[in-house]
């Protein structure tokens, strides 16, 4: 029998590197299996998201492959509770119908990772964060950060802020992300976390200017502006979206929330620059392994 998956990109498409993502993790999903069939659907425009998800309905797995269509595929599931949809890494969690699953990251122990190696290499002793507006990833990667320094470093100083309500679109004001971190490095901070869209970039963007180390979310190696990047935070999100894929067509369906992290290799940091001695590039794969298993925790 055919098994049919649609996936719905928002208006961003696939020049989105999330999207990009996702639609490459249903082809990877898909793999070697002999009916199975995919489609996807860009929209124009964010009034697009629930028709394109509803002229999917009847399909084996519908996927909304971005936050920003969070409340439509929740109202398509429910008028279609026949259909499986997955959401993928929304900003909340939402609590979905039964016929949803929401699939959600462990950003908290890629970012106690980044707070790890902060404190490793602080020569100050006091590290910082820039984050978000405080929605529950931004508070997930601040308290990953601080838990991880504090962790290799008892005594280390930690200092973090959350984008203002008010203050520019959310996760789009890389301006206050870097007269942030350039504040914090005049408080003596040596090593920066930026996380959080173009806020969290431009937080990076600052401390290359500030002249201090700093530690990102996502890939940024090919940013010229960014010349003090040590590590990034990075989702694997083609590798958990292939997931589900493949046990959806296994028959393996699950509603509800779905949460992957180290121990599914769907985050990491990564890559951690040479300059590290082997001790320390030992210990930080010790303790990725601990919070894997769920020895340590994050604070999130």
């Not at 425009?45 to 920003?68: H, K, N």
């Not at 190696?117 to 100050?124: D, G, R």
């Not at 931004?138 to 990953?144: E, H, S």
């Not at 920066?192 to 600052?206: M, V």
């Given at each position: 029998m055919l098994f049919r998956v649609g996936f719905v990109a928002d208006v961003a498409g696939l020049d989105s590197s999330a999207d990009a993502a996702g639609w490459r993790g249903v082809r990877d999903g898909l793999r070697g299996l002999p009916c199975a069939h995919a489609d996807v659907a860009v929209a124009t425009r964010p009034s697009d998201y629930r028709p394109l998800l509803q002229a999917y309905a009847g399909y084996?797995?519908?996927?909304?492959?971005?936050?920003?269509?969070?409340?439509?595929?929740?109202?398509?599931?429910?008028?279609?509770?026949?259909?499986?949809?997955?959401l993928v890494d929304p900003i909340d969690a939402p609590m979905p119908p039964a016929n949803l699953a929401v699939l959600t990251f462990r950003d908290d122990q890629a970012a106690y990772l980044a707070g790890a190696l902060a404190a490793m290499v602080t020569k100050t002793g006091i590290v910082a964060g820039v984050y978000g507006p405080d929605g529950a990833a931004d508070q997930r990667n601040r308290a990953g950060f601080e838990h991880g320094a504090v962790y290799v470093r008892p005594g280390v100083h930690v200092l973090g802020a959350y984008q203002p309500a008010g203050n520019g679109l959310p996760y789009a004001n890389p301006?206050?992300?870097?007269?942030?971190?350039?504040?914090?490095?005049?408080?003596?901070?040596?090593?920066?976390?930026?996380?959080?869209?173009?806020?969290?970039?431009?937080?990076?963007?600052?401390?290359?200017?500030?002249?201090?180390?700093?530690?990102?979310?996502?890939?940024?190696?090919?940013?010229?502006?960014?010349?003090?990047?040590?590590?990034?935070?990075?989702?694997?999100l083609?590798?958990?979206?292939?997931?589900?894929?493949?046990?959806?067509?296994?028959?393996?369906?699950?509603?509800?929330?779905?949460?992957?992290?180290?121990?599914?290799?769907?985050?990491?940091?990564?890559?951690?620059?040479?300059?590290l001695s082997a001790s320390q590039l030992d210990e930080l794969q010790t303790i990725a392994g601990r919070l894997a298993s769920d020895a340590l925790p994050t604070g999130a």
């Amino acid at each position: 029998m055919l098994f049919r998956v649609g996936f719905v990109a928002d208006v961003a498409g696939l020049d989105s590197s999330a999207d990009a993502a996702g639609w490459r993790g249903v082809r990877d999903g898909l793999r070697g299996l002999p009916c199975a069939h995919a489609d996807v659907a860009v929209a124009t425009r964010p009034s697009d998201y629930r028709p394109l998800l509803q002229a999917y309905a009847g399909y084996d797995l519908v996927i909304a492959g971005s936050f920003l269509l969070t409340d439509p595929v929740i109202d398509v599931a429910r008028t279609n509770p026949g259909t499986h949809y997955i959401l993928v890494d929304p900003i909340d969690a939402p609590m979905p119908p039964a016929n949803l699953a929401v699939l959600t990251f462990r950003d908290d122990q890629a970012a106690y990772l980044a707070g790890a190696l902060a404190a490793m290499v602080t020569k100050t002793g006091i590290v910082a964060g820039v984050y978000g507006p405080d929605g529950a990833a931004d508070q997930r990667n601040r308290a990953g950060f601080e838990h991880g320094a504090v962790y290799v470093r008892p005594g280390v100083h930690v200092l973090g802020a959350y984008q203002p309500a008010g203050n520019g679109l959310p996760y789009a004001n890389p301006v206050w992300g870097a007269a942030q971190a350039r504040g914090f490095a005049g408080q003596g901070a040596d090593v920066i976390f930026g996380s959080g869209g173009s806020t969290g970039k431009g937080a990076l963007r600052g401390a290359s200017q500030a002249g201090t180390r700093c530690i990102g979310s996502d890939d940024l190696s090919s940013d010229p502006a960014i010349d003090c990047l040590m590590a990034s935070t990075i989702k694997h999100l083609d590798h958990a979206v292939a997931l589900m894929v493949a046990d959806a067509a296994a028959g393996h369906w699950a509603g509800g929330a779905r949460t992957v992290g180290l121990a599914e290799g769907a985050v990491e940091l990564a890559p951690v620059q040479h300059e590290l001695s082997a001790s320390q590039l030992d210990e930080l794969q010790t303790i990725a392994g601990r919070l894997a298993s769920d020895a340590l925790p994050t604070g999130a």
